[in-house]
């Protein structure tokens, strides 16, 4: 069965740095999604893509963050200069789009620690 | 702002129990309602709702929209204790990006 795969599975980087996150969305998906979560805390929306452009973007996604479909099948999640507060989980969600509001299917996430 | 509520937050049961998760919510352009198990990392789907009152049924899972109340339920009979997790209801709305709740956290005991 077709699944999101997202890497890496952790990634530890200091507080300023740019870090590159990086999801292959099921192949015949059509829009994708950022999602984080904090421990302990919600799951949280921060972007859609569609066509090679964001839909959407909520509050938490600012100037620092950024994605990109450089191919066929990545989809990136970056953050220029990570702060102390981007420590968390990052699922990567993808659905094919054949119908409003039908299921998005996420991949295994990638925790993020900045120290 | 859409907002998803649920209840409990968190609940344990015995093993062969009964639950009823509940979710209620409040969004504009109302597109789905989803249900997802967290177990470890990511969220697994278990179902999608679009229609009041159409119960949808698997295996032991089972749940209900009623649009006109904003909720949702999501019943397990004869709990497991591989049904612990995190049960996490989310909302489809504008741009079907999803809003989700804090999740009900359920234990299952021997």
């Known amino acids: 069965e077709p699944e999101v795969t997202q890497t890496p599975s952790h990634q530890v980087t200091q507080m300023g740095q740019e870090v590159i996150l990086r999801c292959v969305p099921i192949?015949?998906?059509?829009?994708f999604y950022w999602y984080r979560q904090i421990l302990g805390q919600k799951v949280e929306f921060l972007v859609s893509f569609y066509n090679n452009e964001i839909s959407e973007k909520s509050e938490i996604f600012d100037d620092q963050f950024s994605v990109e479909r450089p191919d066929g099948s990545n989809f990136t999640l970056k953050i220029r200069s990570t702060k102390l507060e981007d420590s968390a989980m990052y699922f990567c969600?993808?659905?094919?789009?054949?119908?409003?509001?039908?299921?998005?299917?996420f991949g295994p996430g990638t925790r993020l620690l900045v120290l | 702002e859409d907002k998803v509520v649920q209840s409990p937050l968190s609940l344990v049961v015995h093993e062969g129990d009964t639950v009823t998760l509940n979710c209620s919510y409040e969004v504009t352009n109302f597109r789905s309602l989803l249900w997802y198990k967290q177990e470890k990392k990511a969220p697994t789907f278990l179902f999608m709702l679009?229609?009041?009152?159409i119960e949808k049924k698997s295996g032991r899972l089972s749940s209900i929209l009623d649009k006109k109340e904003l909720f949702s339920i999501l019943n397990i009979t004869a709990t497991q204790t591989g049904d612990s997790a995190v049960y996490l209801c989310?909302?489809?709305?504008?741009?079907?990006?999803?809003?989700f709740g804090t999740g009900t956290r359920l234990q299952v005991t021997l």
């Open positions: 969600a993808s659905r094919t789009g054949q119908t409003q509001g039908e299921t998005q299917y």
């Open positions: 989310a909302v489809a709305g504008t741009a079907s990006k999803l809003t």
């Open positions: 192949s015949n998906h059509l829009y």
């Open positions: 679009t229609s009041s009152g």
